[in-house]
């Protein structure tokens, strides 16, 4: 009978102490969550980076749609077919002799850009500004085909929305174009590659922490465009109805931060898009004392066909919070674009240019001016 009480005993007495480590347990769990060390990654944390996707899809969207300009621009029909100042190179010819010679020309042009996006889900937004300059040159053949080639170097400021959290791009982008006139009828492709380096800086309780990253992207543009015009050598009109599709692709590379209080690896993120478009561009040339003046809007629709954005897994290179797992930014499907530009022609050889451009989507708008120079020989 002693025994048995004894046995008892015991087993309480374990029971008793198997609740004291538990209970003892939870607590610790419970202070250490309080201090922020095993809860979740705060989603957030990786704003900036989620804004580089965006950031460098839409720089990607915009070197293609000059690449296709500029095929067009090298064509008989010169700029009419583009938002650079059409229908003054036809106008400044005056014969189809001239249209039909082979000739070469060389552009620069320097760009600013604002954009913001706005609040999707965890992602508060941001601000980006971007500055670069494009070269290129092209030829034209009298046979119809014209190609080119051109580089684009620029740098992107990221300002995420109420966050201590920024960064900036530096973006080297290749591209190359060809177009095939018949008639009224222009063809033209482009393909372009870029790669660049992403600087991101953020800052928790425990001070400035900081990334080094880098990219890669791709992308692809075809175009059908109908030129009319009507008028005389000396003043024309011209509408351009112009439906296209262009392919991008964005690949980030992985990161580790380092500094602060929990510094986060995140994994790497590939963005790939497919949209299509149909617009018109309205145009008037006239000539004044041999001096070719030219002013012209567009305006299109953008929808994006298929869209395809990884999520980011986040983790605390120290340990001290649980990962977690972020959705990219997802475009909304569609889009408005909308430009105006002029241009003066002050010889056969040189002309002058400046361009805006605007875009809309729910939750972004972007505004973008450009100035430029072209010579032909």
Do not use: C
């Not at 938002?83 to 106008?91: E, F, K, P, R």
């Not at 008639?183 to 372009?192: K, S």
């Not at 954005?309 to 983790?315: F, P, Q, R, W």
């Not at 240019?353 to 708008?365: S, T």
């Amino acid at each position: 009978f002693l025994m048995g009480r004894f046995r008892m005993s015991l087993r309480l007495l374990a029971a008793f102490s198997a609740w004291l480590i538990f209970a003892a347990l939870d607590s610790r769990d419970a202070a250490a969550q309080g201090q922020g060390r095993t809860s979740t990654l705060e989603a957030s944390v990786v704003n900036s980076y989620l804004s580089t996707s965006g950031a460098i899809s839409d720089l990607t969207s915009k070197f293609l749609r000059d690449n296709a300009n500029q095929a067009a621009s090298s064509s008989k029909n010169g700029s009419a077919l583009n938002t650079l100042g059409g229908g003054a190179d036809l106008a400044a010819s005056g014969s189809a002799d001239a249209a039909a010679r082979p000739g070469y020309r060389f552009w620069m042009e320097g760009y600013g850009l604002n954009s913001r996006t706005g609040a999707q889900g965890t992602f508060t937004g941001d601000e980006r500004k971007t500055f670069g300059g494009i070269a290129g040159v092209g030829i034209s053949l009298p046979s119809g085909w014209s190609a080119g080639v051109s580089i684009d170097q620029g740098q992107t400021k990221i300002d995420v929305t109420g966050l201590p959290q920024s960064s900036r791009i530096d973006l080297t982008q290749f591209g190359g174009n060809i177009a095939y006139e018949t008639g009224p009828w222009t063809f033209t492709t482009a393909a372009i590659h870029g790669f660049g380096d992403v600087k991101a800086s953020r800052t928790d309780t425990g001070g400035l922490i900081s990334a080094n990253y880098d990219v890669k992207l791709w992308g692809a543009i075809g175009e059908v465009s109908y030129y009319w015009s009507s008028g005389s050598a000396t003043a024309a009109w011209r509408v351009v109805p112009k439906v296209g599709i262009d392919w991008t692709r964005v690949e980030i590379d992985p990161f580790t931060e380092s500094g602060g209080a929990i510094p986060i690896i995140a994994t790497g993120q590939n963005t790939e898009r497919v949209r299509g478009y149909a617009g018109a561009e309205v145009g008037y040339s006239w000539l004044v004392n041999n001096t070719i003046f030219d002013i012209a809007g567009y305006a299109r629709v953008v929808d994006i066909f298929s869209q395809d954005v990884d999520s980011v897994l986040a983790s605390a290179a120290n340990g001290a919070a649980l990962p977690r797992l972020v959705p990219g930014v997802i475009d909304d499907r569609f889009e408005f674009d909308a430009g105006a530009s002029t241009s003066v022609k002050l010889s056969d050889a040189l002309r002058l240019y400046a361009i805006y451009d605007g875009r809309w989507r729910e939750g972004f708008r972007s505004h973008a001016g450009t100035i430029g120079f072209e010579y032909r020989w």
